[in-house]
T-cell receptor, first 116, second 117 residues
């Protein structure tokens, strides 16, 4: 079974600065998908960024980028130019590529605080 | 993106009663929906995978007789918590995928907070 580990329960960053959230995972599969989700106080889960394991290029979405290290099974999220609206719980998630097995396995989350 | 709704958003019930939570995909057909449970300050734990027209697949440790899941149409899945007890109090979240392709996105509902007195 796959596991996802987020070793930082809480992080804080000054507004406009850059912060990196860590995520490691364990799997025996060679192909898979990794995600970062944001859960603000409203509790609505929002997809931040997605990475496909067979792609070597790190995914980027505006101020959000990932550092995907497949050999190390590491998938960190970098948030640049942090904004107050970035304050939320961030969850790293793993998904198998297999048809009929699209369930997500989540890490324990990192609570990000933005300091004005 | 696609919209998934949940109803009700909050429910308070007495111990021993049953509660039904609806999950709807509003602008797409969802062949598969997922039900998650989230305790305070914890992560989302998958409870079951719901496929339209067939029985749900429950994760290990989830009581299928207590958490009844029905996926009667391509836009609606329901979770019924039977004979609810205070330990069932939690935040329940559903998600849906548009179609069974490898890189499709899961769209999440806003969640339902269940409080059992």
């Amino acid at each position: 079974a796959q596991t996802v580990t987020q070793s930082q329960p809480e992080m804080s960053v000054q507004e406009a600065e850059t912060v990196t959230l860590s995520c490691t995972y364990d799997t025996s599969e060679s192909d898979y998908y990794l995600f970062w989700y944001k859960q603000p106080p409203s509790r609505q889960m929002i997809l931040v960024i997605r990475q496909e394991a067979y792609k070597q290029q790190n995914a980027t979405e505006n101020r959000f980028s990932v550092n995907f290290q497949k050999a190390a099974k590491s998938f960190s999220l970098k948030i640049s130019d942090s904004q107050l609206g970035d304050a939320a719980m961030y969850f790293c998630a793993y998904r198998s590529p297999n048809f009929g097995n699209e369930k997500l396995t989540f890490g324990t989350g990192t609570r990000l605080t933005i300091i004005p | 993106g696609a919209v998934v709704s949940q109803h009700p958003s909050r429910v308070i019930c007495k111990s021993g009663t049953s509660v039904k939570i609806e999950c709807r995909s509003l602008d797409f057909q969802a062949t598969t929906m997922f039900w998650y449970r989230q305790f305070p300050k914890q992560s989302l734990m998958l409870m079951a995978t719901s496929n339209e027209g067939s029985k749900a697949t429950y994760e290990q440790g989830v009581e299928k007789d207590k958490f009844l899941i029905n996926h009667a149409s391509l836009t609606l899945s329901t979770l019924t918590v039977t004979s609810a007890h205070p330990e069932d109090s939690s935040f329940y979240i559903c998600s849906a995928i548009l179609e069974l392709i490898p890189n499709n996105e899961q769209f999440f509902g806003p969640g339902t907070r269940l409080t059992v007195l």
